[in-house]
């Protein structure tokens, strides 16, 4: 759906992923700017900038790819933007600038179109730091400038054609020809000089015409075209880096014109090699040779000459008439085709008019039909499409010994050349090519010159090598930004608001592959049952000590054990989780718990048992929840039995629902897992079915992997992992976005959020804040102070801060102690906080 804005009004920002942040750093964000845009526009740069963007957006190596272009709506105002996508990817974003009412020679500087851009890169979001231009004909030579003065982004142009050396765009003599002044129709252009520009190819046409002005005319354009070359070469100083996809265009732009060598990369075209395959064209050797031309059936692209030299054919060799045929592609045009389909008529020779095509088809519909393709351009062609195309399909070419054609074709190689411009000499290639048949094989076993495989470039490798270009014109800058990018800084709490006590770390009923206590890999519990040392078991004073300390100074909730299972807790003087709820109860705080989901417990009591004595103080209940599948469940978290689980968190949310009808709070339930390779495929599935129960809450962290044998199941190990973990981010938040709970709410993914693919070292945002520090409390079974939930023996390298079971030592003089505030100023410096996958970035605090 298209929309209209004004030149002033705001745009919706676009693009708003939340892995935007990150990728904006580390991805390249592009902005293509061109001066037409299918499927308004479908000549050679037009089509070229759609195919790059929707290649470069599938790259997934870009943060955003955006388009500026101009339409041609006459029944709209002029400068109006209007939003629209990309028809074969609707992601990315189109902004058309119209510009109906050009002059009879358009300005090259058009401040209305340059005040719409700088408009539309203000708005851009992510920013693009990479414009690249394909023409700025009809928009304006401002444009790089702007680019830089409001995204301070690097500027790229490709060169199509000699727009930017000549001021006609093709070096071709474009003004009257007539006899009277000695002028033939579109001679070769020699080289750039105001002078000979404005009497060649301005007064002539655009001139009043009388001998009185015809010297104020001549210097009006003169000076006209001075100020046009002049603007033209302030745009190319502010340009980063200029694309010649071919050497000759190359060549002349640095010899001709000076740009310095090291700012003009030659970078061939590349091609969407897939729909040029499966050639099969059916001919015997006495059929008739077909010679095709495909393009505008304009003078500059020589059609004419074609049909002049099948008539010498024709009239020298009458006899050879029906020995060949010519086919024209492309669509009529109302000036010239009537003249060339009588050309055709008088001469006496076969030919076919075929109408355009499009691309995707062209081997069904062109290549399949024709044995030769003519390309008889008189002007110095840059790299003509076609000839990489018909190359790619094994379709010799016969085209001119001049400019970017003749770079491409080898005489008696991959086809035949003629003489630039000259009839009589494509008049005998064409006779060279029907009087000797079998030359058609040997010209078609060579395709294009320059690869091994006879393969043109494919769009691919053109896109990685572009992707390269922008990554190195951006590096400093992105490191720069990075370097800048700090976290914002923490601010403290009074006191914690939350307390997490590892009340009995040693008890649990399974045996999960990650849990770094109960895990078969971990040697922690065989250690302790080989030393026989007892179960470490919290002391039920020490909470009920830091509670009464805390609870009128903010404390708002406290977590039981998340390392071993709750609700076996009972210390050594047989204190249960029942004095634990008792506690919440009398102190009015809540209870937040982390359960295997099994409710095994000493007292035996039942999942509705339980869930009676939990309901009044919980505040939420999470359980351990890492499949949808029963194998993949009972891998993970070994000794679980999943249709136990269902049966239990089943009935734990009908007894919350009945509490919740009753008018009571509402506890939110929660499915907590570890993001693995084992349970990946199954995580949208786990989603759905959080939803279909009345789940509130899907909460998960990438691994911590303890243990070398399961190193493999970290998402965050590669490239690939990251953008196999980021695809199942995009389907479970489409999933969370298209079902929606039984309350007609949308259910909560926690920490589902893209990783950047190309992280290196920037694998965690660098604004990504602890969520934990100066916020909330760990105490370890025996009164230890932590300050998060890392692995134990990592979390020790943060500093050692204090004990409350110590005489003099309580949680508040651990809390406002300089070594806890140091750490809170000086976190990211800690080697283990800078890869911590428990910040997060600052859209998702
Ligand atoms: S005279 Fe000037 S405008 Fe004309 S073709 Fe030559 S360079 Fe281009
Ligand atoms: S390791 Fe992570 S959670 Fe712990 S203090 Fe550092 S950043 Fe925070």
Same mark, same amino acid.
């Given at each position: 759906?298209?929309?209209?804005?004004?030149?002033?009004g705001?745009?919706?920002?676009?693009c708003?992923?939340?892995?935007?942040i990150?990728?904006?750093?580390?991805?390249?964000?592009?902005?293509?700017?061109n001066?037409?845009?299918?499927?308004?526009?479908?000549?050679?740069?037009e089509?070229?900038?759609?195919t790059?963007?929707?290649r470069?957006?599938?790259?997934?190596?870009?943060?955003?790819?955006s388009?500026?272009?101009?339409?041609q709506?006459?029944?709209?105002d002029?400068?109006?933007?209007?939003?629209?996508?990309d028809e074969?990817?609707?992601?990315?974003?189109i902004?058309?600038?119209?510009?109906?009412?050009?002059a009879?020679?358009?300005?090259?500087?058009?401040?209305?179109?340059?005040?719409?851009?700088?408009?539309l890169?203000?708005?851009?979001?992510?920013?693009?730091?990479i414009?690249?231009?394909?023409?700025?004909?009809h928009?304006?030579?401002?444009?790089?400038q702007?680019?830089?003065d409001?995204?301070?982004?690097?500027v790229?142009?490709t060169l199509?054609?000699?727009?930017?050396?000549?001021?006609?765009?093709?070096?071709?003599?474009?003004?009257v020809?007539?006899?009277?002044?000695?002028?033939?129709?579109?001679?070769?252009?020699?080289?750039?000089e105001?002078?000979?520009?404005a009497?060649?190819?301005?007064?002539s046409r655009?001139?009043?015409?009388?001998?009185?002005?015809?010297?104020r005319e001549?210097?009006?354009?003169?000076?006209?075209?001075?100020?046009?070359m002049?603007t033209?070469?302030?745009a190319?100083?502010?340009?980063?880096?200029f694309i010649?996809?071919?050497l000759?265009?190359?060549?002349?732009f640095i010899?001709?014109?000076?740009l310095?060598?090291?700012?003009?990369?030659?970078l061939?075209?590349?091609?969407?090699?897939?729909?040029?395959?499966n050639r099969?064209?059916i001919?015997s050797?006495?059929?008739?040779l077909?010679?095709g031309?495909?393009?505008?059936?304009?003078?500059s692209k020589?059609?004419?000459?074609?049909?002049?030299?099948?008539?010498?054919?024709?009239?020298?060799h009458?006899?050879l008439?029906?020995?060949?045929?010519?086919?024209?592609?492309?669509?009529?045009d109302s000036?010239?085709?009537n003249?060339?389909?009588t050309?055709?008529?008088?001469?006496?020779?076969l030919i076919e008019?075929r109408s355009e095509y499009?691309?995707?088809?062209?081997?069904?519909r062109v290549f399949?039909?024709?044995?030769?393709?003519v390309?008889p351009?008189?002007?110095d062609?840059?790299?003509p499409?076609v000839?990489?195309e018909?190359q790619q399909c094994?379709?010799?070419?016969?085209?001119?010994?001049?400019?970017g054609m003749?770079?491409?074709?080898?005489d008696g190689?991959?086809?035949l050349?003629?003489?630039?411009?000259n009839?009589?000499?494509?008049?005998q290639?064409?006779?060279q090519?029907i009087q000797?048949?079998?030359?058609?094989?040997?010209?078609?076993q060579h395709?294009?010159?320059?690869?091994?495989d006879?393969?043109v470039?494919s769009?691919?490798?053109?896109?990685?090598?572009?992707?390269?270009?922008y990554?190195?014109?951006?590096?400093?800058?992105v490191?720069?930004q990075?370097?800048?990018l700090?976290?914002k800084?923490?601010?403290?709490l009074s006191?914690?608001?939350?307390?997490?006590?590892?009340?009995?770390p040693d008890?649990?009923?399974?045996?999960c592959?990650?849990?770094?206590?109960?895990?078969?890999?971990s040697?922690h519990q065989?250690a302790?049952?080989?030393?026989?040392?007892r179960r470490?078991?919290?002391?039920?004073?020490? &909470?009920?000590?830091? @509670?009464?300390?805390?609870? +009128? *100074? $903010?404390?708002?909730? /406290?977590?039981?054990?998340t390392?071993?299972?709750?609700l076996?807790y009972?210390d050594a003087?047989?204190?249960?989780?029942e004095?634990?709820?008792k506690?919440?109860?009398?102190?009015?705080?809540?209870l937040?718990?982390?359960?295997n989901?099994?409710?095994?417990?000493?007292?035996?009591?039942?999942?509705?048992?339980?869930?009676?004595?939990?309901?009044?103080?919980?505040s939420d209940?999470k359980?351990?929840?890492n499949?949808?599948?029963?194998?993949?469940q009972?891998?993970v978290m070994?000794?679980?039995?999943?249709?136990?689980?269902?049966?239990?968190?089943?009935?734990?949310?009908?007894i919350?629902?009945?509490?919740?009808?009753?008018g009571?709070?509402r506890?939110?339930i929660?499915?907590?897992?570890?993001?693995?390779?084992?349970?990946?495929?199954? &995580?949208?599935?786990? @989603?759905k079915?959080?939803? +279909? *129960? $009345?789940?509130d809450? /899907?909460?998960?962290?990438?691994?911590?992997a303890?243990?070398?044998?399961?190193?493999?199941?970290?998402l965050?190990?590669s490239?690939e992992s990251?953008?196999?973990?980021?695809?199942?981010?995009?389907?479970?938040?489409n999933?969370?976005?298209?079902?929606l709970?039984?309350?007609?709410?949308?259910i909560?993914?926690?920490?589902f959020?893209e990783l950047n693919?190309?992280s290196?070292?920037?694998t965690i945002?660098?604004q990504s804040?602890?969520?934990?520090?100066?916020k909330?409390?760990?105490?370890?079974?025996?009164g230890r102070?932590?300050?998060?939930c890392?692995?134990?023996?990592?979390?020790?390298?943060l500093?050692?801060?204090?004990?409350?079971q110590?005489?003099?030592?309580?949680?508040?003089?651990i809390w406002?102690s300089?070594?806890?505030?140091?750490l809170?100023n000086?976190?990211?410096?800690?080697?283990?906080?800078?890869n911590?996958n428990?910040?997060?970035?600052?859209?998702?605090?």
């Open positions: 759906m298209a929309r209209f804005l004004g030149i002033s705001k745009i919706n920002r676009v708003f992923s939340t892995s935007s990150i990728q904006t750093i580390t991805k390249p964000s592009v902005l293509l700017v001066h037409g845009y299918p499927p308004l526009f479908n000549a050679g740069s089509v070229y900038t759609q790059l963007a929707v470069l957006n599938r790259s997934r190596k870009t943060s955003a790819v388009i500026i272009a101009r339409e709506n006459p029944f709209r002029d400068f109006i933007i209007r939003q629209t996508q074969h990817d609707s992601t990315i974003p902004f058309l600038i119209n510009h109906a009412r050009e009879p020679y358009q300005r090259f500087v058009n401040t209305d179109i340059d005040h719409c851009f700088k408009n890169c203000q708005n851009l979001y992510p920013k693009p730091n414009v690249h231009f394909g023409h700025l004909n928009l304006s030579l401002t444009l790089p702007s680019a830089k409001i995204l301070n982004a690097k790229i142009y199509h054609d000699y727009w930017l050396m000549c001021p006609r765009g093709q070096f071709l003599i474009n003004g020809a007539s006899t009277f002044i000695n002028q033939k129709p579109y001679e070769l252009c020699t080289g750039q105001d002078k000979k520009c009497s060649k190819c301005f007064t655009f001139a009043t015409g009388t001998t009185i002005n015809k010297d001549m210097d009006y354009w003169t000076w006209w075209i001075n100020e046009r002049h033209v070469r302030q190319c100083d502010t340009i980063d880096m010649a996809p071919s000759h265009l190359q060549k002349r010899d001709e014109f000076g310095p060598p090291e700012k003009v990369k030659y061939p075209y590349g091609f969407d090699r897939s729909i040029l395959s099969r064209r001919r050797l006495n059929d008739p077909v010679f031309y495909i393009g505008r059936h304009a003078p020589g059609i004419n000459l074609l049909l002049e030299a099948a008539q010498q054919i024709v009239q020298t009458p006899d008439i029906n020995r060949f045929s010519i086919v024209i592609y492309g669509r009529p000036t010239t085709t003249y060339l389909q050309m055709a008529k008088i001469a006496g020779i008019w499009k691309n995707s088809e062209i081997v069904e399949n039909q024709v044995d030769y393709i390309v351009s008189i002007w062609e840059n790299s499409l000839i990489h018909a094994r379709v010799p070419v016969i085209t001119a010994d001049h400019g003749s770079e491409l074709v080898k190689v991959n086809g050349i003629f003489t630039h411009r009839v009589s000499s494509l008049a290639v064409i006779l090519a000797q048949p079998d030359l058609l094989d040997k010209l078609s395709g294009y010159l320059y690869s091994n006879k393969q470039p769009i691919e490798s053109h896109v990685d090598q572009l992707i390269d270009l990554s190195t014109l951006t590096k400093n800058h490191e720069e990075v370097n800048h700090q976290p800084p923490i601010e403290s006191a914690p608001r939350r307390i997490t006590f590892d009340t009995n008890d649990c009923n399974f045996s592959i990650m849990c770094e206590q109960h895990s078969e890999h040697p065989k302790r049952k080989e030393a026989k040392i470490r078991r919290m002391d039920f004073d020490i &909470i009920k000590q830091v @509670v009464a300390e805390t609870a +009128s *100074l $903010g404390l708002q909730e /406290i977590i039981p054990s390392m071993g299972e709750p076996m009972r003087k047989g204190r249960t989780f004095d634990i709820i506690l919440c109860r009398d102190y009015n705080i809540k937040n718990l982390t359960t989901g099994s409710f095994f417990s000493p007292q035996g009591h039942s999942v509705t048992e339980w869930a009676h004595l939990l309901m009044p103080v919980l209940i359980f351990s929840w499949g949808s599948t029963k194998t993949t009972e891998l070994k000794n679980s039995k999943l249709d136990k689980q269902l049966k239990n968190l089943t009935e734990f949310i009908r919350r629902d009945e509490y919740t009808d009753k009571d709070n506890v939110s929660t499915l907590q897992l570890t993001f693995m390779e084992i349970n990946l495929p199954e &995580i949208p599935e786990i @989603v079915l959080g939803i +279909s *129960l $009345g789940v809450r /899907i909460k998960g962290h990438h691994l911590w303890h243990f070398k044998q399961i190193k493999d199941q970290n965050r190990r490239p990251i953008h196999r973990w980021n695809q199942c981010v995009i389907e479970c938040q999933i969370a976005r298209q079902y709970l039984p309350t007609g709410k949308q909560k993914l926690e920490n959020f693919e190309q290196g070292p920037f945002h660098p804040v602890c969520p934990f520090l100066g909330e409390a760990w105490i370890n079974h025996s102070f932590d300050p998060c890392a692995p134990d023996q990592e979390r020790l390298s500093g050692s801060f204090g004990n409350v110590n005489s003099n030592e309580t949680l508040m003089k406002t300089d070594a806890y505030k140091n809170i000086n976190y990211t410096k800690y080697s283990l906080c800078q911590c428990m910040r997060k970035p600052p859209e998702l605090k």
